[in-house]
């Protein structure tokens, strides 16, 4: 997973499902999806912190919509 799927920028609606398993997904604050430099870290200048029980959230969501596993 990426640094993206912990950002509060990230943004599910138009984004293509193959993209969900990586953890990307259209940002908020940039026109194209997945611009980060590293999957480890939060290397994209817009990165900002979501909550960790809205992080789980989401996992939960993508793993009920079969994105990820």
């Known amino acids: 997973m990426t640094t993206c799927i912990d950002c509060q920028h ?17 940002c908020k604050k940039k026109a194209l999806p997945g611009h980060t430099t590293s999957a480890l870290a939060a290397s994209c200048d817009k990165f900002t912190q979501l909550e960790q029980s809205k992080v789980q959230e989401r996992t939960v ?9």
Do not use: E, V
């Open 10 to 26: 990230w943004n599910p609606h138009g984004t293509d499902r193959s993209m969900f398993r990586l953890g990307y997904a259209q």
């Open 61 to 69: 969501w993508l793993k009920k919509q079969g994105a990820i596993a």
